[in-house]
């Protein structure tokens, strides 16, 4: 298991539109992908469980990997948060 904190960039923070990217980014890789938010725990997966998380520009998250693919999934969705996530 490997786990990164990352502050949220987005000016809006997780909408629809950047949730979906990390989504997306996330369904690549078979390791299972979470992410920790106050005292919440949301599926990286899952575009509900992102939006249901409700994270704001300016919010830190820590997501959490773990699988066979944990290291290279942990590095591209950390990127992809700090790339902005297409925005």
């Known amino acids: 298991m490997v786990s990164q904190k990352v502050v949220i960039k987005n000016p809006t923070g997780l909408h629809l539109r950047p949730a979906g990217i990390l989504c997306k980014e996330a369904m690549q890789f078979k390791s299972l992908i979470t992410f920790s938010f ?3 725990t949301a599926n990286a997966k ?8 409700c994270v704001k520009c300016g919010d830190e998250i820590e997501f959490v990997c773990e ?3 944990e290291q290279e999934a942990l590095r591209t969705l950390v990127q992809a948060v700090e ?3 297409g925005e």
Request: without cysteine.
């Open 38 to 40: 106050k005292e919440n």
């Open 46 to 53: 899952s575009v509900l469980s992102v939006l249901g998380a």
């Open 67 to 69: 699988g066979e693919d």
């Open 83 to 85: 790339n902005g996530l």
